[in-house]
């Protein structure tokens, strides 16, 4: 039987529990939630999958458009010297990477920056890709195939 001397002791174990109970699954939900966000925000499109593996320790180029949002070319990054062969684009509005193989582009994925959305994007297969991310500036980007890999080029509206 529960005594009165008992009962103050009983009520913060079953406190204790409830708390614990309810950060794990606060946990849980919020890892979920995470991914399930990301994915309904529209940042990340994925278009198609490169047949290639994700070599472990590749990092995406991290290079960026000076501030002010110049003309300059920003930085590829050639994969490897395999058949199929990597690159990505990376600006102030956003990463876009793609993969030639064969004379062909795949587009792997566009990322927009905050405040930036893809307008249009086409010619995933093809010999040239365009891609156009519309925001505080419009950046129109290119990219085709040459013997050491993607090449891209970019315009500012």
């Known amino acids: 039987m529960i005594t009165a001397r008992r009962l103050p002791s009983l009520l913060v174990a079953w406190a204790l ?5 309810s950060a794990t ?60 062969q990597t690159a990505t684009w990376t600006g102030a509005s956003g990463r876009i990477t793609v993969t030639c193989r064969g004379g062909l582009l795949t587009l792997n994925s566009i990322l927009p920056a905050d405040g930036y959305r893809v307008e249009q994007h086409q010619g995933s297969g093809t010999r040239l890709l365009e891609v156009e991310l519309k925001g505080p500036r419009e950046t129109h980007v290119k990219a085709t195939c040459s013997a050491s890999g993607p090449v891209f080029s970019t315009a500012h509206d």
């Open 17 to 21: 529990v409830v708390v614990a109970a």
């Open 25 to 84: 699954i606060w946990f849980v939900i919020g890892r979920a939630g995470s991914a399930v966000g990301a994915a309904a925000s529209g940042r990340a499109i994925q278009v198609t999958a490169s047949a290639e593996p994700e070599r472990p320790g590749q990092e995406p180029s991290s290079a960026a458009e000076p501030s002010g949002g110049g003309g300059a070319e920003p930085a590829t990054e050639p994969a490897s010297a395999d058949p199929a």
